[in-house]
C-alpha cells in the first residue's frame, strides 16, 4: 500500500493576518506550520475530514430537564426528575502525523524497527503535528429522586438518588486540566479510530445517593434550670455519600503497535477477582484479575502476515469498560450550645469524618507494564475526629 494513500484527508487553507475577530477563535498550527515573519502567508493546515473547518466554535452545552413534585405534607415533599445534557464541539486533541507500520511493505513503512518518525507520512519535513479539533461530544441522561423534610419538630431531612450514564468519545487520558494533552488509542488514519473511543466517562458513576440531616433537641423550659443546662442545647447533623465505582480503561503502557498511539489490553477472561496481592508486603487490596488481561501482539517481532490479519493491533477492552470500587462515607457532628445571652453564648462542636472508618479504596492500578497493576494501592482518609470550642455574639 502506498503510503501516500493513508486517508488522512483535506486541507485546510487559511489567510494569516485577515482573520476575524471572536470570542471563540484560536489559531493553533502544529510545529513549525508558519515561518517567522510570515505573518501574511497563505499557509496549509491539514487536517482531518471531522475537524473543526473555518475557525474554531464556541463549546455548546445544552441541558434539558422535567420534573413532578408532590408535596405529601406540610413538611413532607417529593420530587422526581430526568435530566440530560448534550455537548458539543468539545476538544479533542489529535496526532496527525503518527507513525505508519503497513506490514509486508518493502519500503520503511514495513520495518516496525524503523523509528516511528521516519515513518510518518509527512516526513522528514515535520516530526509532530498537534492538532486541535472540537470533534469532542458527550451525552448524559439521569433519573434523579429526592425528599425533603423542611425544618420542624426540631428537624430536617434531605436525601437525593441518581441514576445516571455519561458518554464522551474522548480520549481518557486528555482532559481540560492537562491541556488535552493524551492520544488516541488508535491512529487516526485506522478507520473508526473514532469511534474507539466512544464509552463511558472517567467520571461516570451508575447509582450516587446523597443525604443529610438536622437534629436539635428541645429547649426543655418547664424543667429546671440545672437539668436545661444539661440536657438542653444539644444537636446533631450528617452528611452521608455513597457511589457506585467510575468507569477507567486498561492500557498496555508500551507502544506495541510501533505507531505512537496508546493501546489498549486484550480481555480474555473475568476481569475482575486474582490474588495479586499475595507477595505485596505493602498495603495492597486485589482488584483485577491479571491473568486475564495481555498485550496485543507486538509488530516487531511478529509475522508480517500474520500482523496484517491480526484483529486487535489496539486491544480490544473498550472505553471505560471497568469499574472501580464504590465509595461510602458519613460525616458526623455533635455540638451544644451553652447559652449566656441571646446575642453571646457558646458552642461546643465534635466532628467526625468517616465516622464509620469505611475503607473507600482508589481505583488500582490500570496500566499493565506498570508495578503492581491491577491491585489497589491507595486509599481515602480514615476516620478523623476534631474538637472545637467557638463563641459567637
Known amino acids: 500500500m502506498n503510503p501516500a ?20 477563535s484560536s489559531f493553533i498550527r502544529g510545529e513549525g506550520e508558519k515561518p517567522s515573519g510570515e505573518e501574511d502567508s497563505t499557509i496549509s493546515i491539514p487536517f482531518v475530514e471531522r475537524a473543526t473547518s473555518g475557525w ?19 413538611q413532607w415533599s417529593l420530587r422526581a426528575s430526568y435530566v440530560g445534557s448534550s455537548g458539543r464541539h468539545i476538544r479533542r486533541d ?3 502525523n503518527p507513525g505508519i507500520y503497513l506490514p509486508g511493505d518493502p519500503s520503511i513503512f514495513g520495518n516496525p524497527r524503523a523509528s516511528i518518525m521516519s515513518r510518518t507520512k509527512y516526513a522528514p519535513d515535520y516530526s509532530n503535528i498537534n492538532m486541535l479539533t472540537q470533534t469532542g461530544a458527550s451525552s448524559y441522561h439521569s433519573f434523579q429522586a429526592a425528599v425533603q423534610h423542611r425544618f ?3 428537624f430536617t431531612v434531605q436525601a437525593s438518588y441518581t441514576y445516571s450514564k455519561s458518554l464522551d468519545n474522548i480520549p481518557q487520558n486528555q482532559t481540560l486540566q492537562n ?3 493524551g492520544s488516541f488509542s488508535q491512529p487516526i488514519y485506522v478507520p473508526g479510530f473514532s469511534d474507539f473511543e466512544y464509552g463511558p466517562s472517567p467520571f461516570d458513576r451508575t447509582h450516587i445517593f446523597n443525604g443529610s440531616y438536622v437534629l436539635t433537641l428541645p429547649n426543655f423550659t418547664a424543667i429546671p434550670r440545672a437539668a436545661r443546662f444539661v440536657i438542653g442545647g444539644w444537636g446533631t447533623s450528617g452528611l452521608l455519600s455513597a457511589s457506585t465505582g467510575d468507569a477507567y480503561t486498561v492500557f498496555t503502557g ?23 496481592c499475595a507477595t505485596t508486603t505493602t498495603a495492597c487490596a486485589n482488584w483485577l484479575n491479571k491473568s486475564s488481561f495481555a498485550l496485543p501482539l507486538p509488530a516487531v517481532g511478529t509475522n508480517p502476515g500474520t500482523y496484517a490479519a491480526y484483529p486487535y493491533k489496539y486491544g480490544n477492552i473498550s472505553k471505560g469498560a471497568l469499574r472501580g470500587p464504590g465509595f461510602v462515607n ?22 467526625f469524618f468517616n465516622v464509620l472508618n469505611h475503607t473507600n479504596l482508589s481505583d488500582p492500578v490500570a496500566t499493565i507494564n506498570s508495578g503492581g497493576f491491577g491491585n489497589i494501592l491507595s486509599a481515602g482518609d480514615p476516620r478523623i475526629g476534631q474538637l472545637g470550642l467557638k463563641l459567637i455574639f
Open 5 to 24: 494513500a493513508i486517508p488522512i484527508h483535506g486541507a485546510l487553507r487559511e489567510t494569516v493576518g485577515t482573520r476575524p475577530p471572536s470570542f471563540c
Open 56 to 74: 474554531p466554535a464556541c463549546v455548546v452545552a445544552y441541558n434539558w430537564n422535567l420534573s413532578v413534585e408532590r408535596q405529601l405534607t406540610q
Open 94 to 96: 489529535m496526532q496527525f
Open 152 to 154: 420542624a419538630r426540631n
Open 179 to 181: 491541556g488535552g494533552g
Open 254 to 276: 508500551t507502544d506495541v503497535a510501533a505507531t505512537g498511539a496508546a493501546p489498549r489490553a486484550i480481555l480474555q477472561g473475568k476481569p475482575y477477582g486474582g490474588n495479586g
Open 330 to 351: 458519613w460525616d458526623v457532628s455533635l455540638y451544644k450550645n451553652f447559652g449566656a445571652t441571646e446575642h453571646f453564648h457558646a458552642q461546643f462542636r465534635a466532628e
